[in-house]
């Protein structure tokens, strides 16, 4: 069954032995039903088809990876979980062994910088589409079949059951579908699993890929050839915004970007790939990307909404993995693992569901009890009040502290003359006539309660 069909193909099929491979000979069905290509759905391809079931993997893209915009990185664990001999196999860039956290003011910075053993690897810089592609082959030498540049338009139902897909040509049938369609996920709507998605509970991201030679990427980076670095901006064009910025390093390529929620660039006439082009001409970025050529932009869409934003999960022959189930944790950059684990808990339901032959609404909330148990759910609702507190502080936080920390160290690592003793006095007295002492509670207060919901609550 390694082999990929294109619709024209997936449509002529129905009684042709071909077909009978993946889809059995009464109208079009097959056991599951994936739509989208991306880590979510592939890594429940994986599962289920690793477990001898009939898997599709319906992707409107030209191949799996196509339409797929990310940071930069896949993390070992969750990966190794899922292919555990990923680090042999698969097209990875770097081994990231450091990070790096800059405060960027208007034109100066801070940097805090963690550097670990080369020898471990937390995660690893990718290519999307080389990386997505990669797994796709593994689903179908696992026996999956991938159906590319196929649109579901919607979802088909018998009751309030799911019983199939609607695509633009054809209806097909399955015991389960998954829904791994993305941030957008206009079937998860269909069926009344979530409602619009609020402005604030969705981040714009832009990137480009700026190539560069190797041993530039290296002497700039401080690091060896197989080795790669993270950044994180804070601030610079996004100061008193809620975005960040990323940096990524590839074998011979950067990656940067940002992301900025929805509600930051309304009604503003601020278009996202300005406030990129002002990082990458920032005194401390400027230099790292210098006599790169741009051989790629693309923009993606990221929930944002957190825990107090989730979806409906699972229902009668259907679930919704990845970021068409909001499952990001936006304060660690980390969505591309939650989207592989979550794909293999609803691969590992399936196959729970297809062995009791029983698709019901009951049976696929396995689905949501092995999400609570996982690192998923328990990291979500740790932060499920941050970005309450973001919304609220952003200002605050985003700004007036950012500017603080650049001048603190800018007093601290002056040397003119001036006693020590007054510097610091002069910037205290200054710090608290900004922002006022009634300011400064109210600051803490939220701080204190955010952090009480992340450690005891």
């Given at each position: 069954m390694n082999k990929k069909y294109s619709i024209i193909q997936f449509t002529k099929q129905t009684l042709a032995n071909d077909t009978k491979e993946f889809m059995s000979e009464r109208t079009n069905k097959t056991d599951v039903i994936i739509v989208g290509g991306g880590p979510a759905g592939l890594a429940a391809a994986v599962t289920i088809a690793r477990a001898g079931y009939e898997t599709v993997v319906i992707e409107r893209g030209s191949f799996a990876g196509s339409k797929n915009v990310f940071g930069g990185a896949i993390y070992t664990d969750a990966t190794r979980e899922i292919f555990p001999n990923f680090e042999q196999t698969a097209p990875l860039e770097r081994k990231n062994i450091e990070h790096k956290f800059a405060i960027l003011g208007e034109d100066d910075s801070t940097i805090i910088s963690y550097r670990k053993n080369p020898k471990e690897a937390i995660s690893y810089s990718v290519i999307r589409g080389k990386f997505d592609r990669w797994m796709a082959e593994e689903a179908e030498k696992a026996g999956a079949v991938i159906v590319e540049e196929t649109v579901v338009r919607e979802l088909i139902l018998e009751g309030e059951k799911v019983i199939g897909v609607r695509t633009e040509i054809e209806d097909y049938y399955a015991n389960i579908v998954i829904l791994a369609d993305g941030v957008n996920s206009l079937l998860s709507k269909q069926?009344?699993?979530?409602?619009?998605?609020?402005?604030?509970?969705?981040?714009?991201?832009?990137?480009?890929?700026?190539?560069?030679?190797?041993?530039?990427?290296?002497?700039?980076?401080?690091?060896?050839?197989?080795?790669?670095?993270?950044?994180?901006?804070?601030?610079?064009?996004?100061?008193?915004?809620?975005?960040?910025?990323?940096?990524?390093?590839?074998?011979?390529?950067?990656s940067i970007g940002l992301g900025i929620t929805l509600d930051e660039l309304n009604g503003t006439g601020i278009k996202p790939y300005e406030l990129l082009d002002k990082i990458k001409e920032h005194p401390t970025i400027a230099p790292l990307i210098k006599g790169g050529e741009t051989v790629e932009y693309s923009a993606h869409l990221i929930p944002e909404g957190g825990y107090k934003k989730l979806p409906k999960l699972s229902g009668a022959g259907v679930m919704v993995a990845g970021d068409a189930a909001m499952l990001v944790n936006?304060?660690?950059?980390?969505?591309?693992?939650?989207?592989?684990?979550?794909?293999?808990?609803?691969?590992?339901?399936?196959?729970?569901?297809?062995?009791?032959?029983?698709?019901?609404?009951?049976?696929?909330?396995?689905?949501?009890?092995?999400?609570?148990?996982?690192?998923?759910?328990?990291?979500?609702?740790?932060?499920?009040?941050?970005?309450?507190?973001?919304?609220?502080?952003?200002?605050?936080?985003?700004?007036?502290?950012?500017?603080?920390?650049?001048?603190?160290?800018?007093?601290?690592?002056?040397?003119?003359?001036?006693?020590?003793?007054?510097?610091?006095?002069?910037?205290?007295?200054?710090?608290?006539k900004e922002r006022g002492i009634c300011g400064l509670l109210s600051d803490g207060w939220s701080v204190l309660k955010l952090i009480w919901s992340i450690l005891i609550k």
């Open positions: 069926i009344g699993f979530r409602k619009d998605i609020k402005p604030k509970d969705v981040a714009l991201s832009v990137k480009e890929v700026i190539k560069l030679d190797k041993n530039i990427i290296n002497d700039r980076f401080l690091i060896n050839d197989d080795e790669g670095c993270i950044y994180e901006l804070f601030g610079g064009s996004m100061l008193s915004k809620l975005g960040l910025g990323f940096i990524y390093t590839n074998k011979d390529s950067v936006n304060m660690h950059w980390e969505g591309t693992n939650l989207a592989m684990i979550s794909g293999k808990i609803a691969g590992e339901t399936a196959v729970f569901a297809l062995s009791k032959n029983d698709f019901s609404e009951k049976i696929l909330a396995k689905y949501n009890k092995e999400l609570e148990k996982s690192f998923i759910m328990k990291d979500l609702y740790t932060y499920r009040n941050l970005m309450d507190v973001m919304h609220d502080k952003k200002s605050v936080f985003m700004d007036f502290y950012f500017k603080k920390i650049n001048a603190f160290f800018e007093m601290f690592t002056s040397v003119n003359g001036i006693p020590k003793r007054q510097l610091y006095r002069t910037f205290i007295f200054d710090f608290l």
